[in-house]
């Protein structure tokens, strides 16, 4: 089926340094989220974004969170400062129509 | 907000060769559904896809929805070992910009 990679799998960083997730989307695609998964808990919705804009996001995409995508590379997410609570499994997804194809997840541990 | 409640809740444990009946319920008028198998490694295979709430089919795998009861359900005939693990629904509004999941429900089989 459609595969969704993202880069990388696992990122081990300092608390208050900058990391980048990066996701590279089904290619005939137009829709791209970004979820949360703390290990054993519920998958959390963090962020939509269709046609170049952020068009929903959740609470927990606080203001050191930002999405892009420029000129159709990978579709990142950003997290600038990394706080402690930021550790969990990313797992980026993308849908044309609807049906969600989702990412093995990026690992990030914040020391 | 907008949530998605699985059931059974947590856990549920089947012989071999039974029929499982798993439900997940909504707060508010959501536009489709998808159902997920996540694998102990974290990654996410879809199982069935359903916009407006069609009944849909794969192999042992039905999906069904009842949207006036804001309801729907994943059945797995003549269970295998084979479908241990976890169990996770989403649902998602109209435009498709912000897809929930539920808790999920961990599925043990034993033989």
């Known amino acids: 089926g459609p595969k969704v990679l993202q880069i990388p799998s696992h990122q081990i960083i300092d608390m208050g340094q900058m990391v980048t997730l990066n996701c590279d989307p089904v290619s005939n695609h137009l829709y791209f989220y970004w979820y949360k998964q703390i290990l054993g808990q519920q998958m959390e919705f963090l962020v939509n974004?269709?046609?170049?804009?952020?068009?929903?996001k959740s609470k927990l995409f606080k203001d050191q969170f930002s999405v892009e995508r420029p000129d159709g590379s990978y579709f990142t997410l950003k997290i600038q400062p990394t706080a402690l609570e930021d550790s969990a499994v990313y797992f980026c997804?993308?849908?044309?129509?609807?049906?969600?194809?989702f990412g093995e997840g990026s690992k990030l541990t914040v020391l | 907000g907008q949530q998605v409640q699985q059931s059974p809740p947590a856990s549920l444990v089947l012989q071999e060769g039974e029929n499982a009946e798993l439900q997940c319920t909504y707060s508010t008028t959501l536009n489709s559904m998808q159902w997920f198998y996540q694998r102990p490694g974290g990654r996410l295979v879809s199982l069935l896809y359903?916009?407006?709430?069609a009944e849909q089919r794969g192999g042992r795998l039905t999906s069904s929805a009842a949207s006036n009861e804001s309801r729907s359900s994943l059945h797995i005939s003549s269970s295998q070992i084979t479908d241990s693990g976890t169990y996770l629904c989403a649902m998602g509004n109209t435009n498709a910009y912000k897809v929930i999941f539920g808790k999920g429900t961990h599925l043990h089989v034993l033989p």
């Open positions: 997804a993308s849908s044309f129509t609807g049906q969600l194809y």
């Open positions: 974004f269709y046609n170049g804009k952020v068009m929903e």
């Open positions: 359903s916009p407006s709430w």
